[in-house]
């Protein structure tokens, strides 16, 4: 299952580098919002996968990469220009995935291992 889960987070990443670089960007165009759902959604699925699989360090990059890709964006594919609210929507994914990655660890006693269950004991109520 960590396979799995491993192969998840590179294709996420993959999808994710994608539609930041991609020339023309991705999706119906005259959506009002779209594109920002697309970006949260963009961190937010990597971010909750390297925390479930304890990858944790790629967390600081994710934020990294938020801050730095719209001006680099702007740069790699001239079509595109930079958008602060993209990037705020970027840095909330990031939160949002670690937040649900870390809220599901708690509430079912995931382990990290994606799809392992914890073998500690719940205290009876």
Known sequence: MV????FALLV??????????APKAPGPAGVPGLDKVG???????PAALAWWLRARWLVPVL???????????????????????????????V???VWVAA??????????DMG??????RRQS
């Open 63 to 93: 934020v990294l990469h938020a801050l730095v890709s719209e001006p680099l964006q702007q740069l790699l594919a001239p079509g595109r220009q930079a958008d602060l609210l993209d990037a705020v929507a970027d840095l909330l994914g």
């Open 103 to 112: 809220t599901t660890r708690r509430r079912w006693g995931h382990d990290g």
């Open 116 to 121: 392992e269950t914890s073998t500690r004991t």
């Open 95 to 97: 939160a949002l995935g």
């Open 39 to 45: 970006h949260l959604l963009a961190f937010a699925v």
């Open 12 to 21: 996420s990443l993959l999808v994710q580098a994608y539609g930041l670089y």
């Open 3 to 6: 396979v799995l889960g491993w």
